[in-house]
């Protein structure tokens, strides 16, 4: 049964990585307290779902800004010194919260300055993050490795708004803001802690140096690397043709009957087939087949959003009142296209991880910050106007068609994903 269960080895024989592991499970958790907060502060000040969304455009603007430049912040740096400075400017800003929050300052404008800051130090941090965790752990544990971010991350999307909104309700905005301070505190140790990790020359025997220039040498690696470039290209498949959560809050007003509380039961099945993932990934880190494992992956995620979109077609067309059936089997294609989306995940970072020299690992990570952001919004932006033309239900197996069309045409044009074996790594 333990092959089947998730593999702690990475946290239980390497100090650094328990403790980065640590470290960013509890600044996931306080973030989520934060993201739930500050969407709750500007519908109380201004009333508006248009305020409120408007807090996404200025949060993902300088996250793809800061995510690009930031991988070459760690190709040219020592990681651990990158890691803890921009780790340190999130720190701050999440301060900066916490202190308008104690001191009443009520602005909006003030919200989305702070959200913007704190988004550029988060795209500065992530691709540093994500390059030092293949310089922590040997290859062979790499799937473990992500394995445990991935249960982690779906674990506090599942309960971190949640437990945000209670502590919203009860204790105010200042001590929702004052809890991601702290989980950040601890983060910010953990990378004090990690070792040295300074840059490895490329081919050359140099290294690079930050700038835009070194993202456009990234971007031309990530050009002649077809394996590479499968990856980003499945997870936009995905996610632009196929991501459902633009339908939730119609679905949960008519379809599905019920009120914001349906809306947050749609929006945590997903987070609960990742968590699902994680706990069960023993079942496939071992396959060394990553290609094939993410391909598959993909595939099977269009084929749970098409039966998601038919049941809420015949929910439309004949369930009447009884809402309760439609919901629950709606919830369990939910799950299993969160298991599939979290199985995806874990090939893609690995492939990422192991494929690329680390010379150029922070790059390919910063240019992975900007699909894993971007790809979402465009799908959110798809999915809301084929549900505005075409209905929720017909919106979702649409594009679940189009996405599982792509894979196949994908699968076609790049044969040589489909042999890509974790044993032997080529981009």
């Known amino acids: ?114 959200v913007a800051l704190h988004s550029f130090a988060q795209g500065l941090n992530q691709p540093v993050r994500g390059a030092i965790v293949p310089r922590l ?32 309700a009860g204790l105010g905005f200042r001590w929702a803001y ?17 070792p040295p990790l300074p840059p490895i020359p490329g081919e050359d025997g140099a290294t690079s140096k930050a700038g835009f220039r070194s993202v456009v040498e990234g971007f031309r690696f990530l050009a002649t690397r077809p394996n590479l470039r499968m990856t980003f290209l499945l997870d936009l498949a ?20 019920g009120d914001q509380f349906t809306v947050g039961l749609l929006t945590a099945a997903l987070a609960a087939g990742s968590v699902l993932a994680g706990v069960f990934s023993g079942t496939f880190i071992r396959i060394n087949h990553h290609g094939r494992g993410c391909a598959a992956a993909v595939a099977a995620w269009a084929v749970c959003i098409m039966a998601f979109g038919a049941v809420i077609l015949v929910a439309s067309g004949g369930w009447g009142r009884d809402t309760a059936w439609p919901l629950v089997m709606s919830c369990l294609m ?67 068609v189009i996405c599982f069309l792509l894979v196949l045409l994908l699968m076609r044009m790049f044969p040589g994903f489909m042999r890509y074996d974790a044993r032997d790594p080529q981009p």
């Open 137 to 168: 752990v040997p290859m062979r544990q790499l799937p473990a490795a992500n394995a445990l971010f991935q249960l982690t991350m779906g674990s506090c999307l599942m309960v971190g708004p949640l437990l945000g909104a209670l502590t919203v």
């Open 178 to 194: 004052t809890v991601d301070v702290l989980s950040f505190a601890v983060s910010l140790w953990a990378m004090y802690k990690l």
């Open 1 to 114: 049964m333990a092959r089947f269960l998730l593999d702690i080895a990475p946290v239980r024989d390497i100090p650094a990585f328990r403790r980065l592991w640590i470290g960013s499970t509890l600044s996931m958790l306080g973030s989520q307290f934060t993201v739930i907060a500050i969407s709750l502060e500007v519908f109380e000040l201004t009333g508006s779902t248009f305020a409120v969304g408007m807090v996404g455009f200025f949060a993902l603007v300088p996250l793809i800004i800061a995510g690009l430049y930031g991988g070459s912040i760690g190709d040219a740096t020592d990681r651990r010194s990158a890691g803890l400075w921009t780790t340190f400017g999130l720190f701050i800003m999440t301060v900066a919260l916490a202190a308008h929050a104690w001191l009443d300052i009520a602005s909006v404008a003030v919200l989305y300055g702070i």
């Open 238 to 257: 995905a996610m632009i043709f196929a991501m459902p959560r633009a339908l939730f809050p119609v679905l949960g007003a008519s379809v599905l009957g």
């Open 334 to 400: 939910l799950v299993a296209a969160g298991v599939m989306d979290s199985v995806s995940m874990l090939f893609r970072t690995t492939i990422l991880q192991a494929a690329t020299p680390d010379s150029l690992r922070g790059r390919l990570q910063g240019i992975f910050i900007v699909v894993v952001a971007g790809g979402p919004r465009l799908g959110d932006a798809a999915m809301g106007t084929g549900g505005q033309w075409l209905g929720p239900g017909f919106a979702a197996l649409v594009g679940a």
